[in-house]
């Protein structure tokens, strides 16, 4: 990557940046998501730690202050409130944040940090909240005891309208934008009437143990004990990796089928106490997220390289990758999360493939995100047959190139 391409990463990160109540924080991009997001601070922290760390470090600190009781996050916070008429918000029950998630990308970003300075002062500070966020994900997303943790809404896996939601919101595969966020406003008005209390009523509604969420998870409780590990509290160590190995196996015993792991849903099924789950066969990104986690076996990570990624048929487009398979009657090359290439995507594809070993298949995806960069600029997602920018203006998660 060029000195200038960096520079331009840099000053779109700045210009982003906003400050609240001594808080740092950065919009995903100012005219269409002007607040903060739990997993784009996540990824704005592994941005800025290539270049600067302290502010890597605020934009995490800034997620605690607006921790709940129970641990959790929300995935949105407002700071400043726009007025509906400027923005239209969603509603989430509460005032100053949304009441759901996002996927648990925080350990991640902060282990990331702690490879660059090695400072352990800031693991010290931030380590009791941390903490007190994913055991919330291990109390109260998996009460069943089953190891496998769910969402309650499928804005909480970050790809908001994806294919994977439409059986479980009773969606055909092909329908308008507008069709599907009428079903997301009608879960949002449940999730209030039970007031986003994921133990008792959400299973009524929306209930999905999700692949990339779930392998997101194991890799960053991987992170938690190696934190833990260097705080020298070996008993929190032990008892975060011990919980990355049971959701990996949990993975394995209920997900996985044909070679991938899929993505389950239970809302049908829940017969009094007793659960069966339902895979979903919907062709996504979603195959290859756990390599992110390794959870593949080298040669089942080559048997879906081969028939997934490198297929022209699924995902093999001539921008790099699309988001759901273009085999799927569902794709849609500018259908929001249902076909364009995200870059968030495409960094944590080319991470799990560098863990493989797979270092020319990672680097294309490399460089067909910085051909789509340069080609449409910072744009929040791409059209994977033309390479057209779609949505969100001054996106930051192209700066995740800079971690490539
Ligand atoms: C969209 C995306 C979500 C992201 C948010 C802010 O809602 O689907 O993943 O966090 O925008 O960028």
């Not at 007793?274 to 062709?283: A, F």
């Not at 294309?364 to 929040?380: A, P």
């Amino acid at each position: 990557m060029t000195n200038d391409f960096k520079k331009t990463i840099k000053s779109l990160m700045l210009s982003n940046r906003r400050h609240r109540g001594g808080n740092l924080y950065t919009l995903p991009s100012p005219e269409s998501y002007p607040y903060q997001w739990l997993w784009d601070s996540c990824f704005h922290a592994i941005i800025l730690s290539h270049y600067d760390i302290s502010s890597a470090k605020e934009e995490l600190l800034s997620l605690f202050v607006r921790q709940f009781e129970n641990g959790m996050i929300p995935h949105m916070i407002y700071w400043q409130k726009k007025t509906a008429s400027d923005f239209p918000v969603i509603e989430w029950g509460k005032e100053d944040t949304s009441s759901i998630t996002q996927p648990p990308m925080l350990a991640y970003s902060v282990w990331q940090i702690y490879q660059k300075d090695k400072n352990k002062k800031f693991l010290d500070q931030i380590y009791p909240n941390l903490t007190k966020f994913y055991r919330y994900f291990l109390e109260y997303r998996d009460f069943r005891g089953n190891n496998l943790i769910s969402i309650i809404n499928p804005d909480e896996s970050g790809e908001d309208n994806s294919s994977r939601f439409d059986v479980v919101l009773g969606l055909p595969p092909k329908h308008s934008l507008k069709e599907n966020f009428k079903k997301r406003l009608e879960l949002i008005q449940r999730n209030r009437e039970c007031k986003f209390n994921a133990r008792t009523c959400m299973k009524n509604f929306f209930w999905v143990k999700d692949v990339p969420f779930n392998s997101i998870l194991v890799e960053n409780l991987k992170c938690l004990s190696d934190i833990a590990s260097v705080l020298g509290k070996h008993e929190d160590a032990d008892l975060f990796f011990d919980q990355s190995k049971l959701i990996a196996a949990a993975m394995r015993k209920h997900m996985f089928e044909d070679g991938v792991f899929w993505s389950l849903h239970s809302k049908m099924d829940i017969v009094g106490e007793k659960i069966s789950y339902k895979k979903i066969k919907v062709k996504t990104w979603a195959i290859f997220a756990p390599l992110f986690a390794m959870l593949y076996t080298k040669s089942e990570a080559n048997k879906i390289i081969e028939k997934y990624l490198q297929n022209e048929e699924e995902f093999n487009a001539p921008f790099l990758i699309p988001t759901v398979s273009l085999s799927e009657e569902s794709f849609n090359p500018d259908g929001f999360w249902r076909g364009p290439v995200w870059m968030s995507t495409n960094w944590f594809i080319y991470k799990g493939l560098q863990k493989y070993g797979y270092e020319t298949l990672a680097e294309k995806i490399k460089q067909s995100s910085l051909d789509l960069l340069e080609k449409s600029g910072f744009r929040e997602q791409y059209n994977p047959l033309t390479g057209e920018g779609y949505g969100a203006k001054k996106f930051t998660w192209g700066g995740l190139v800079i971690d490539m």
